[in-house]
Structures are given as structure tokens and as C-alpha cells.
Nanobody, 126 residues
């Protein structure tokens, strides 16, 4: 069974940090770009970040640039999203998704994910 499982969400004060993890089972992430998406109440889902197969290519939404960092450990079949300087507007359900498989090791455009996780709630509030 192909699965992506997110973890690491929770309640944090403004200015705080969280690290989200996305672990895959049933398939290898080696051939997939991996993206993080989020959906806030009453809003459409938006892309947050995307990372290439080899980790050398990354993309970020303007709203998170300089605060969030995406990374991956293919040996652990896991992708991470380090979130610093969190703001109340970052509150949302965060999803990871696998886009591919793709031949390019450096492309980081997560436009058509094939697999999605179930999401993890991130709440930024004092």
C-alpha cells in the first residue's frame, strides 16, 4: 500500500518553529519530486514548497521564503519542512505530496502530485 504520512504539526506561538516530516511507505521517494501544500479554513489549497529528486532544486511560495526550508533524506524515505518565524497566517492543514515519477533529478515543480498524505494541523496562536 502506497502511503505518505505527515507528522510534526501542533500548536505554536507566533515566532516559534516546527519541523514537519513526510514519511513514505510502500514506494521509494527517490524518483519523485515532493511538495508541501497547505489549506487554511475557508481558503483554497496552496503550494508551499517543492524539492527535486536529488534535493538540489527547491521552490518556495513568496509568503514563506526565508522562513521555511524543505529538505529530504532519501535513505530514510522522508522529506522535511522546517518552519521558522511562524505567523498566525501560517495556520493551516499541511499536506505532503509526491509528484512523479520523473527522470529529472533537479526539477522542482510539484504541479501534478500523484500521492497525498492525510495532512497535519499547524496552528500558530498566542
Amino acid at each position: 500500500q502506497l502511503q505518505l504520512v505527515e507528522s510534526g504539526g501542533g500548536l505554536v506561538q507566533p515566532g516559534g518553529s516546527l519541523r514537519l516530516s513526510c514519511a513514505a511507505s510502500g514506494f521509494s521517494l527517490d524518483y519523485y519530486m515532493i511538495g508541501w501544500f497547505r489549506q487554511a479554513p475557508g481558503k483554497e489549497r496552496e503550494g508551499v514548497s517543492c524539492i527535486s529528486r536529488n534535493g538540489g532544486g527547491t521552490n518556495y511560495a513568496d509568503s514563506v521564503k526565508g522562513r521555511f526550508t524543505i529538505s529530504r533524506d532519501n535513505a530514510k524515505n522522508t522529506v522535511y519542512l522546517q518552519m521558522n518565524s511562524l505567523k498566525p497566517e501560517d495556520t493551516a492543514i499541511y499536506y505532503c505530496a509526491a509528484d512523479g515519477p520523473t527522470l529529472s533529478p533537479v526539477q522542482a515543480i510539484c504541479a501534478r502530485p500523484s500521492y497525498w498524505g492525510q495532512g497535519t494541523q499547524v496552528t500558530v496562536s498566542s
